[in-house]
């Protein structure tokens, strides 16, 4: 039956998807989703907005 060796097919390949995932999450520093509000804290923003005096 070719069951088998698809299903070894497709396992292979979400192994190599979930390695390739892993990989960039030890890669990345910071993460933002588009079209949400994230506070600066979120991503340890330390600083001023343009146009703070400082008050």
Known sequence: MRTKGRRRSVSADLRAANEAALALHDRTVDAVAAGEQQPGSDHRFV???????GT
């Open 47 to 53: 600083g001023r907005w343009p146009g703070d005096r």
